[in-house]
Every structure is written in C-alpha cells, then in structure tokens.
T-cell receptor, first 116, second 109 residues
Framework: GAGVSQTPSNKVTEKGKYVELRCDPI?????LYWYRQSLGQGPEFLIY????????DSGLPNDRFFAVRPEGSVSTLKIQRTERGDSAVYLC??????????????FGEGSRLTVL | RKEVEQDPGPFNVPEGATVAFNCTYSNSASQSFFWYRQDCRKEPKLLMSVYSSGNEDGRFTAQLNRASQYISLLIRDSKLSDSATYLCVVTSHTDKLIFGTGTRLQVFP
C-alpha cells in the first residue's frame, strides 16, 4: 500500500530488553513524527524529523529513547532497557511538508509495545 | 498543566442532536489549530483546520478564540458514524503538533 507502514505491529518484550520500532513513511514525505499513545490518552509527541535531522526531540522522555532517520526516509525508534511504563502504542506519521499550514499528518497503524 | 486540555467525556447523545466540544491551550504563541478524529483502535485522521474567523465543513463547525485560548468543535445532526474520539491539536513555530487527550463521543439510536 501507499500509506505509512510500521513494523512490528505488536511487540512483547521483557523488562530491561532493547527494542527497535521501524517506520516507513509515504514516499516523498520529508517530515516524519513519532508519538506514543497510552489507553485513554491522546498521542504524546516524541520527536520530529525534517529530512535526516531531528528538528525537535523535546518529547523524548529520557536517554533510553533514541530515533534515527539516516537517509531521510525510513526511521527507527530505539528503546534501551525497556521498562513496564514504556508499554504503549507507538505511532509514526509523515507529511509532505512541515504541517504547520495544513496540519495533516498521515499516521501508520502503530506498533503496540508491551513490556512484561 | 497540560499544554492542550480537553474534557475526556464520554458525551452520549442521541442521533440528530447537536454537540459541542471545547479545548484550551496554554501557549499563547501557538500558531495553528486543528481537530482530528480517532476511531477505536485506529490511527488519528485530520478532521478539519480551525481558522480565526471560524469555519464550517458540512455538519461540523470549528471556532478559535485566541484571547481566551480555546478552540471549539460543533457537530450538528449527529450520526451514529460520528461516534469516535475527537482530538484537539495545536502547533508551535517548530511544527511540533501537540495533541489533547481527546473527547469521546458516543451517538446512540
């Protein structure tokens, strides 16, 4: 399909393990966002890329979280030493331009992370 | 205090009713405003932008009050298919889109 693709769709891991979540944005979209969403809450901003660089990473909760987008397309969110509180749905979204004007982000279906 | 606040609801309304949601934001420098819709266990999707002069899209009307820092969404003639969570979204000059917690709407027959 032509939408935002996220893998894995579900990930169950044990406390303390390392996890990588992958996002494949819509082809040609320069802006890429990561959010996480817990039950009953809205999406919580983590980081935003414009091209290869992180334009705003102020939402990353601590240094266990890191994200890369080395070639300006696919992005990987990396979580070290996972904790039970990291359990959430991690959403990736992309946009063909900075969305300040249109506000339109195209979201993937998310990666559901469960830390036991 | 959260940057974007919404009443989580749920709002339970009969078909045909008019329902309104409000959202407040804390950063007076916020530049752009939007409403998103999220169906249960689905990803959020843009519903409409919110302009200073107010704007309408069919049964949906959005308004912005910069002085009071709040945004509203009015839904007229509610349909069963309007049942969803409505998310208020605010942007800053850095293009960071900040989502509220969402307001859940349930329309019943």
């Amino acid at each position: 399909g032509a939408g935002v693709s996220q893998t894995p769709s579900n990930k169950v891991t044990e406390k303390g393990k390392y996890v990588e979540l992958r996002c494949d944005p819509i082809s040609g979209h320069t802006a890429l966002y990561w959010y996480r969403q817990s039950l009953g809450q809205g999406p919580e901003f983590l980081i935003y890329f414009q091209g290869t660089g992180a334009a705003d990473d102020s939402g990353l909760p601590n240094d266990r979280f890191f994200a890369v987008r080395p070639e300006g397309s696919v992005s990987t969110l990396k979580i070290q030493r996972t904790e039970r509180g990291d359990s959430a749905v991690y959403l990736c979204a992309s946009s063909p331009e900075p969305p300040r004007r249109t506000g339109e982000l195209f979201f993937g279906e998310g990666s559901r992370l469960t830390v036991l | 205090r959260k940057e974007v606040e919404q009443d989580p609801g749920p709002f339970n309304v009969p078909e045909g009713a008019t329902v309104a949601f409000n959202c407040t934001y804390s950063n007076s420098a916020s530049q752009s405003f939007f409403w998103y819709r999220q169906d249960c266990r689905k990803e959020p999707k843009l519903l409409m932008s919110v302009y200073s002069s107010g704007n309408e899209d069919g049964r949906f009307t959005a308004q912005l009050n910069r002085a009071s820092q709040y945004i509203s969404l009015l839904i007229r003639d509610s349909k069963l298919s309007d049942s969803a969570t409505y998310l208020c979204v605010v942007t800053s000059h850095t293009d960071k889109l900040i989502f509220g917690t969402g307001t859940r709407l349930q329309v019943f027959p």
